[in-house]
């Protein structure tokens, strides 16, 4: 897919911020505000513009606890109903995977360690014959390295239409890590209305939001600032648009398990200033457990993934191997999305 000079302008600004406005499009591309209205209709019509999100903080909501699972889906729950039932509000994200032992990668958010147990302890008691749990790796939110496409989404609009397309091999930085959870925040009703409605559309305008709101209790300034608030205390991360990866050119994902190695403790700490700068990086999660990274990549092809496996193999030897590497495709993503369970915490 081809696009334009001021598409692409257009569409990394939206990435940056889903909520600037036509007219400060317009100032940066040197257009005005209605040719960037067309162009934004223009995107949206060609669905490359899926929808506008809004990233939240996990750890100012109470989610605190993460986990990556491996199951395996048995023939009699490959059926709607059950996958329905699957993706419940816990559920960030399932992605079908080429392996024998396990179907699919189950990756969940819970505000404990006892919502985690209950979560798997029900899968087990009521689904036994439709889902096998294979391994949980459980971790904290300052294992959380990495949750967001937009690097991702910037690689693939700067490269759109290029016919060299090159992979992000800039060298690992190793640095110490020691972020800690912030503290949940308090949220009043008013307040969770205006997130609840942000996270299913970014773009709302503040009178739709206030129209929007039960009874009505709000004005379009009482939302502005409650908006203002939410990013102030950066319980919003960042409003950005969710693209469509087909047309965008990416075919696979893969998740990369990495072993450290002995001399990687010397360190102290790993990959995450690299990961979180790494295009091709959607995901990045620390684990204790057998000294594991994982890694949430998205690539064009299999011989990008290739490539970049072997640059994690042989520029990082000495660090850590590369343990497995499982496979899915843009028809096995079931959910990448946070929003359920967002929006369930809110309520």
């Known amino acids: 897919m081809k696009l334009s000079r001021n598409e692409k302008k257009t569409l990394r600004l939206l990435l940056e911020n889903a909520r600037v406005t036509d007219t400060e499009i317009g100032n940066q591309l040197k257009i005005t505000s209605q040719a960037v209205h067309k162009i934004k209709e223009k995107l949206s019509?060609?669905?490359?513009?899926?929808?506008?999100?809004?990233?939240?903080?996990?750890a100012y909501l109470g989610v605190h606890i993460f986990a990556v699972a491996m199951v395996k889906i048995l023939p009699a729950g490959r059926n709607e109903e059950f996958i329905e039932k699957l993706l419940s509000h816990n559920v960030m994200g399932l992605y079908n995977i080429v392996n024998n032992k396990s179907t699919h990668?189950?990756?969940?958010?819970?505000?404990?360690?006892?919502?985690?147990?209950?979560f798997f302890d029900k899968l087990h008691m009521e689904s036994s014959d439709f889902i096998v749990v294979n391994k949980v790796y459980t971790f904290p939110y300052s294992g959380f390295i990495k949750n967001s496409s937009k690097d991702l989404f910037d690689l693939l609009v700067d490269q759109s239409g290029d016919e060299e397309n090159t992979l992000d091999f800039s060298g690992v930085n190793f640095h110490y890590d020691e972020r800690k959870p912030p503290r949940m925040v308090d949220l009043n009703d008013n307040e969770k209305g205006v997130l609840s409605l942000l996270v299913d559309d970014a773009s709302m305008s503040c009178c739709k939001i206030a129209e929007s709101i039960p009874y009505r209790s709000l004005t379009h300034s009482g939302v502005n600032k409650i908006?203002?608030?939410?990013?102030?205390?950066?319980?919003?991360?960042?409003?950005t648009v969710d693209l469509d990866y087909k047309l965008l050119g990416l075919e696979v994902f893969a998740f990369i398990f990495l072993k450290k190695k002995n001399n990687y403790w010397k360190l102290k700490d790993g990959i995450s200033k690299w990961a979180l700068n790494n295009s091709n990086v959607i995901g990045c999660y620390k684990l204790h457990e057998d000294s594991l990274h994982i890694l949430q990549c998205g690539f064009r092809n299999l011989d990008e993934l290739n490539e970049y496996v072997r640059f994690l193999e042989l520029e990082n030897s000495e660090l850590f191997e590369v343990e497995n590497v499982f496979i899915s495709s843009l028809g096995g993503l079931m959910r990448d999305t946070s929003s359920n369970l967002f929006k369930a915490i809110l309520n």
């Open 45 to 58: 019509h060609r669905k490359i513009i899926k929808n506008y999100t809004t990233e939240i903080n996990y």
């Open 227 to 239: 908006k203002k608030k939410l990013e102030l205390n950066e319980v919003v991360d960042r409003y």
């Open 105 to 118: 990668i189950l990756k969940c958010g819970f505000t404990s360690m006892e919502e985690l147990w209950a």
